[in-house]
């Protein structure tokens, strides 16, 4: 007997060394990227990197200049926006003023020829999802700004796409609506099983959101990874300076030590340790990276600490944030630290105030080298 052999599904979308160029601009440069059937996939990066042409790509609203696009293994750079088992959900929502919410859910179904009772079915089943079978006959201007944009996702998904593109879909509401709707759209995506792709310059929206997120930066992609992965082990400078607050210590690596790869960092006294795995090589230039909250911060008492990594400093600054304390220490000769307590756990000694001195500590596992 032999195993049968599994050939693995083609994904949903793949992109092929796309490259989408403007004139002289490069919008994507050779760009290869896959999107898993069932997945909320966000595309984050800053102003300009690319992330609405490489979603319009998708779309069908631009055809790449090189590359391929494919869907289930299939070339669709040919195929017209209307013909792709896609749809889109615009930042404005685009709306159709005059009509009800009944009528802008059923607009596109009507298009596309369905019979009115299937119609009827499918706007009551949408209406139902998005919680408004209430307001089904107000128009536009008589709901609320969350309202709106569940009209909009409703009228988005009624024509059931495989894969519903949202841009910027949040960027509208209020922060504490945001925080809801967040929720309510990994909710609605999980219970559709629909692949949703949505682009976002919102570091915390897409770590929210998305079960995978690609960073990407002029036109191209730094790191492809689960939210987890991203902020613990971000892949460059770009996504670690780009997703959450970091320190990064300037320096060089100097040896490899028990385990450990020492780096001269700029201005510091002592070397600073990462895990000698994963590292770059000696002689390399680059960078530590750790994040503030990996930082642990005490009063000076005269006692030398025993830890991989160990500075001295001075309080500078000191934000109350509620949930935590942002401290910034300029520590001695060397450059300045952020720290983040959480205020829950502050311990009796603290807290700290602006002017102490203090030191520094952490975890050589808590940190890495990033090269450039
Ligand atoms: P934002 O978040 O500001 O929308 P983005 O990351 O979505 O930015 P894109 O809109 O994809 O970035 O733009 C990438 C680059 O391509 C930019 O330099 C932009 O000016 C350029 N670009 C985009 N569309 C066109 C176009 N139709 N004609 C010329 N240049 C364009």
């Known amino acids: 007997l032999t195993t049968p052999v599994v050939v693995p599904a083609p994904p949903l979308i793949r992109f092929e060394g796309v490259t989408k160029r403007f004139g002289s601009v490069v919008a994507v440069d050779d760009l290869t990227l896959d999107i898993h059937a069932g997945e909320f996939f966000a595309l984050l990066g800053p102003s300009g990197c690319g992330k609405t042409t490489l979603m319009r790509l998708l779309a069908g609203f631009e055809t790449p200049t090189e590359g391929r696009i494919l869907l289930d293994g299939a070339v669709i750079n040919d195929v017209p926006a209307h013909r792709r088992p896609t749809n889109m959900m615009f930042q404005s929502y685009a709306l159709f003023p005059h009509l009800s919410v009944w009528d802008n859910i059923a607009f596109g179904l009507r298009r596309e020829g369905l019979g009115a009772a299937e119609i009827k079915r499918r706007v009551a089943e949408m209406l139902d999802l998005v919680q408004l ?20 996702l409703a009228r988005a998904l009624a024509k059931s796409p495989r894969i519903l593109l949202l841009d910027e879909p949040l960027a509208a509401l209020d922060k504490k609506l945001r925080g809801e709707t967040q929720f309510e759209l990994t909710s609605i995506q999980r219970r559709l099983g629909i692949t949703f792709c949505v682009v976002t310059h919102d570091q915390d929206e897409a770590m929210v959101l998305a079960d995978r997120i690609a960073v990407m930066r002029d036109g191209r992609i730094e790191q492809v990874a689960g939210p987890t992965e991203i902020y613990e082990t971000p892949a460059s400078r770009a996504v670690a300076g780009f997703i959450g607050e970091i320190n990064l210590f300037d320096g060089s690596v100097t040896r490899l030590v028990d385990g450990f790869a020492e780096v001269a960092a700029d201005g510091m006294v002592t070397p600073l340790r990462v895990p000698a795995e994963g590292c770059a090589p000696v002689g390399t230039r680059g960078a530590v990276a ?7 911060m005490r009063r000076t008492n005269g006692h030398a600490p025993t830890a991989d990594n160990v500075a001295t400093g001075t309080v500078t600054d000191a934000a109350y ?20 307590l959480a205020n829950s756990r502050r311990q009796a000694a603290l807290p700290i105030d602006i002017g102490e001195r203090v030191v520094l500590t952490f975890h050589a596992a808590d940190a890495l080298f990033l090269d450039r």
């Open 133 to 152: 079978t209430a307001q089904a006959r107000r128009k536009p201007h008589q709901l609320s700004g969350g309202q709106r944009q569940r009209v909009a």
């Open 321 to 340: 944030m509620g949930e935590d304390t942002l401290y910034r220490v300029a520590t001695d000769g060397g450059p300045m630290v952020k720290v983040k």
């Open 290 to 296: 750790v994040r503030p909250e990996k930082v642990a």
